[in-house]
T-cell receptor
Framework: SQQGEEDPQALSIQEGENATMNCSYKTSINNLQWYRQNSGRGLVHLILIRSNEREKHSGRLRVTLDTSKKSSSLLITASRAADTASYFCATATSGNTGKLIFGQGTTLQVKP | DVKVTQSSRYLVKRTGEKVFLECVQDMDHENMFWYRQDPGLGLRLIYFSYDVKMKEKGDIPEGYSVSREKKERFSLILESASTNQTSMYLC??????????????FGSGTRLTVV
């Protein structure tokens, strides 16, 4: 079952521009996480935002969470060619199972 | 840093073969997970394990089984491989005792082709 749905599916920008990706989900969550995947590789955890948080920063990353709209956004500022990758949101529901449900991802291309 | 190691990056197997995908993590994580990733479908959870000898079905367990005899190792078994199991398989681990501030750590993936 898909919980997170990312938008857009693909994004192409120039180096130095900001990239914004959105994620919507369906059920109540404990936290929402963003992951990055370089082509053909495993996923790397970027940032986690809890359901009682509204915004979080990590370096050039800014994540917002709106639980009333069941949505989140990931902003990458001053993008670099090395940011080219697929980005996934994943939601964890209440409880301690640790089970994450992933969206289908946004493919970001940053042109030098 | 936690490492999650998947035994093979690429694997080609024949239809009907029994296939073992191995995953080992080195940081004493309690929870381990197997996902498959397909274009247009994202990551789908096959099985997960809370701890040694414990396992739970995910969203798409049909045609798969798992084994967790030791804490560090979580094996995914394709009982009789079929062409529709051609996919990228991703293993991940997590420690709930570290709290919810930490996400999963993923392995590099095994791209399995069944011919």
């Amino acid at each position: 079952s898909q919980q997170g749905e990312e938008d857009p599916q693909a994004l192409s920008i120039q180096e130095g521009e900001n990239a914004t990706m959105n994620c919507s989900y369906k059920t109540s969550i404990n936290n929402l996480q963003w992951y990055r995947q370089n082509s053909g590789r495993g996923l790397v955890h970027l940032i986690l935002i809890r359901s009682n948080e509204r915004e979080k920063h990590s370096g050039r990353l800014r994540v917002t969470l709106d639980t009333s709209k069941k949505s989140s956004s990931l902003l990458i500022t001053a993008s670099r060619a090395a940011d080219t990758a697929s980005y996934f949101c994943a939601t964890a529901t209440s409880g301690n199972t640790g089970k994450l449900i992933f969206g289908q991802g946004t493919t970001l291309q940053v042109k030098p | 840093d936690v490492k999650v190691t998947q035994s093979s990056r690429y694997l080609v197997k024949r239809t009907g073969e029994k296939v073992f995908l191995e995953c080992v993590q080195d940081m004493d994580h309690e929870n381990m997970f197997w996902y498959r990733q397909d274009p247009g479908l994202g990551l789908r959870l096959i099985y997960f394990s809370y701890d040694v000898k414990m396992k739970e079905k995910g969203d798409i367990p049909e045609g798969y089984s798992v084994s967790r005899e030791k804490k560090e190792r979580f094996s995914l078994i394709l009982e009789s491989a079929s062409t529709n199991q051609t996919s990228m398989y991703l293993c991940a681990s997590r420690s709930p005792s570290r709290g919810y501030s930490y996400g999963y750590t993923f392995g590099s993936g095994t791209r399995l082709t069944v011919v």
